[in-house]
Nanobody, 116 residues
Framework: QVQLVESGGGLVQSGGSLRLSCAAS????????MGWFRQAPGMQRELVAT???????DYADSVKGRFTISRDSAKNTVYLQMNSLKSEDTAVYLC??????????WGQGTQVTVSS
């Protein structure tokens, strides 16, 4: 079983930056995808960004050019650098871990609030 612990959320003004971190522990399959989803109240959960073990990245159109995902495989940690934040980025951000075989694991979420 994989445990995911997120950190780095908080309150920031429009145009500001935050960096989220997610550390995975437990039974980690070496070939995997990690990343971030987000969910605002009353809204569907949506993909923000993912990165594979091989370094292939996927971003939501709404964050391209503003957010950067990266990972440190030795630490089993994924990061999300969020720049030029907008009020519409306000959501609970959930870390995601998907092994090549098997079901995904989810973190508990970290709140990101962007004030106008």
């Amino acid at each position: 079983q994989v445990q995911l612990v997120e950190s780095g959320g908080g309150l920031v003004q429009s145009g500001g930056s935050l960096r989220l971190s997610c550390a995975a522990s437990g039974s980690i399959f070496s070939i995997n995808t990690m990343g971030w989803f987000r969910q605002a109240p009353g809204m569907q959960r949506e993909l923000v960004a993912t990165i594979t073990t091989g370094g292939i990245m996927d971003y939501a159109d709404s964050v391209k050019g503003r957010f950067t995902i990266s990972r440190d495989s030795a630490k089993n940690t994924v990061y999300l650098q969020m720049n030029s934040l907008k009020s519409e980025d306000t959501a609970v951000y959930l870390c995601y871990f998907k092994p090549l075989l098997g079901s995904p694991s989810w973190g508990q979420g970290t709140q990101v609030t962007v004030s106008s």
